[in-house]
């Protein structure tokens, strides 16, 4: 990722933050959408406090980008637990639609063209780094 697009992940970010109970709403509502058998998936999940967790999550990487090295540890133990939760690989290119469905939906305007390759680009990278440590875990059993 550029630093410019960094600038536009975090600035964007900033933005849904306060409408956070929103688009969480709006997130598993255009997850459901695109694949409904992924909510046998959640169905031992409180769906409020999930939401909660997502969010808190993305702050958390989305603090990281400028120093994504430091965040890579937390980010691969939170793949290997999805592993277990049942997320396989193909799950994460239709999480990373969802988001970017949100995101549009959320910020309207300002999700500009150059603002969804920056959050293409950065959900490129986690999912990379995600699926690196899942494909591992998958490996052991
Ligand atoms: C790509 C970035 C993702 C992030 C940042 C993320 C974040 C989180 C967090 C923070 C939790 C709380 C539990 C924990 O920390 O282990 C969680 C749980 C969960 N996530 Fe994700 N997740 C991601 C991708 C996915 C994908 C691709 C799926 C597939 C549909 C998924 C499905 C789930 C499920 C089923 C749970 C457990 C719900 C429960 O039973 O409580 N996540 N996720």
């Known amino acids: 990722m550029t ?42 999940a409180d769906m409020a406090d999930q939401g909660k967790k997502l969010m808190a999550s993305l702050a958390f990487v989305v603090g990281g980008l400028k120093n994504a090295n ?8 939170l793949a290997r637990r999805h592993v277990g939760y049942g997320v396989t690989s193909g799950h994460y290119r239709t999480v990373g639609t969802a988001l970017v469905a949100t995101l549009e939906e959320g910020l309207g305007d300002a999700f500009t063209a150059e603002v969804r390759d920056a959050w293409l680009a950065a959900y490129g990278l986690l999912s990379g780094v995600m699926l690196a440590a899942a494909g591992a875990e998958d490996a052991l059993v």
């Open 70 to 77: 430091a965040i890579v540890p937390a980010v691969e133990a």
């Open 3 to 44: 630093p410019k697009q960094v600038s536009l992940v975090e600035e964007s970010f900033r933005a849904v933050f306060p409408i956070r109970d929103v688009a969480q709403e709006i997130f598993y509502r255009r997850l459901f959408a695109l694949d409904p058998a992924l909510r046998p998936l959640f169905a031992r």
